[in-house]
T-cell receptor, first 114, second 119 residues
Framework: NAGVMQNPRHLVRRRGQEARLRCSPM?????VYWYRQLPEEGLKFMVY????????ESGMPKERFSAEFPKEGPSILRIQQVVRGDSAAYFC????????????FGPGTRLTVL | AQTVTQSQPEMSVQEAETVTLSCTYD???????LFWYKQPPSRQMILVIR??????QNATENRFSVNFQKAAKSFSLKISDSQLGDAAMYFC????????????????FGKGTLLTVNP
């Protein structure tokens, strides 16, 4: 009964590189949400996806950030040309069929940009 | 927009004692959900308790209970018989339950309260 899986747990990138964060939702869950936690802050909503569809990306920075949830495989949060301000913990959550179900979180990926 | 405020950046409690963490929120909606999440040093976000706004009865989960005051927009978490494993950052969160859809999936979090449990 695996929970939400995220990898890698820790990711170090130099400025200008690309970061790819992966999230596998709980079994039977088809809704995925990404949140970002900056130091000393609570989590902030970034994007909501269902299989092959982006439902709401209103919390995503307009440039350099993208997300996908393909028919097969994990959800991917991609950050191009990372900058120091992207350093944060990125959490993925998933829920069952209905978007109003309780969201269960993964362990997060801590991104450090040097 | 909804906001969630946790006015206590840090709290401490003696093992086996009781502690209450405060949370207030601002919303114009009448139907919503409130949550407490726990984030231990491992940084995993763990759901502690959930409250539906339409329910007058306060939610309880073993040693964890809430005091939900809808009119005052207050949602405090009480931890009884505190244990060393309760030490963590605690986040209060809000989510709309709007039937029209809207943003009824976005969780809005407070900044958290760091709880220390002293042996």
């Amino acid at each position: 009964n695996a929970g939400v899986m995220q990898n890698p747990r820790h990711l170090v990138r130099r400025r200008g590189q690309e970061a790819r964060l992966r999230c596998s939702p709980m079994k039977g869950h088809s809704h995925v949400y990404w949140y970002r936690q900056l130091p000393e802050e609570g989590l902030k909503f970034m994007v909501y996806l269902q299989k092959e569809n982006i439902i709401d990306e209103s919390g995503m920075p307009k440039e350099r950030f993208s997300a996908e949830f393909p028919k097969e495989g994990p959800s991917i949060l991609r950050i191009q040309q990372v900058v120091r301000g992207d350093s944060a913990a990125y959490f993925c959550a998933s829920s069952r069929q209905r978007s109003t179900d309780t969201q269960y979180f993964g362990p997060g990926t801590r991104l450090t940009v040097l | 927009a909804q906001t969630v405020t946790q006015s206590q950046p840090e709290m401490s409690v003696q093992e086996a004692e009781t502690v209450t963490l405060s949370c207030t929120y601002d919303t114009s909606e009448s139907d919503y959900y409130l949550f407490w999440y726990k984030q231990p040093p491992s940084r995993q976000m763990i759901l502690v308790i959930r409250q539906e706004a339409y329910k007058q009865q306060n939610a309880t989960e073993n040693r964890f209970s809430v005091n939900f005051q809808k009119a005052a927009k207050s949602f405090s978490l009480k931890i009884s018989d505190s244990q060393l494993g309760d030490a963590a950052m605690y986040f209060c969160a809000y989510r709309s339950a709007g039937a029209s859809g809207g943003s009824n999936y976005k969780l809005t979090f407070g900044k958290g309260t760091l709880l220390t449990v002293n042996p």
